[in-house]
């Protein structure tokens, strides 16, 4: 199987979003799986408590709540790499992950929303990283 490029996008952004993209997904027998890669280069901000979402190359089947690993790297803003899940709610329409949420460094292991990207802000020199990986049924 060949991998397919698609260029996944941050859903839930307030004015402007100030982060770059890049994906690799397969999708076979009714199954996709996928890489996604987000990279703060300027500050970025949800438009809710939810925080980020995220769009998904092909619609996952309906019905039922899918939850995939994440991985967020602060680099220079944070200095420290959090893990979480992303999660596609059911009942959502399936083309995008419903929420993104990583542990938190300072509460133990609460599951916090990830609302904000530092990107060059508040002297951060390295973009922040996000990368999301799973498996899925296809609509």
């Known amino acids: 199987m060949t991998a397919t490029s698609w260029a996944p996008k941050l859903t839930n952004v307030a004015g402007v979003d100030g982060t770059t993209s890049t994906g690799r997904y397969v999708n076979a027998n009714g199954v996709c799986t996928f890489t996604a890669q987000i ?3 300027k ?3 949800s438009a809710s408590s939810a925080g980020f979402g995220l769009t998904l190359p092909v ?3 309906a019905g039922v709540r899918y939850t995939f690993q994440l991985s967020l790297d602060g680099r220079d803003a944070d200095n420290g790499v959090w893990t979480g899940e992303a ?3 059911a009942g959502s329409d399936g083309t ?3 929420r993104m949420r990583v ?3 300072t509460n133990g292991a609460a599951v916090l929303n990830t609302e ?3 990107g060059d802000a508040e002297g951060a020199t390295n973009a922040e990283i996000i990368t999301v990986t799973g498996s899925y049924p296809t609509a």
């Open 87 to 89: 999660v596609i709610y």
């Open 59 to 61: 619609p996952a089947a």
């Open 116 to 118: 904000h990207l530092y």
């Open 43 to 45: 500050e970025t901000v």
């Open 96 to 98: 995008k992950i419903d």
């Open 39 to 41: 990279n703060a280069k």
């Open 103 to 105: 542990t938190s460094n």
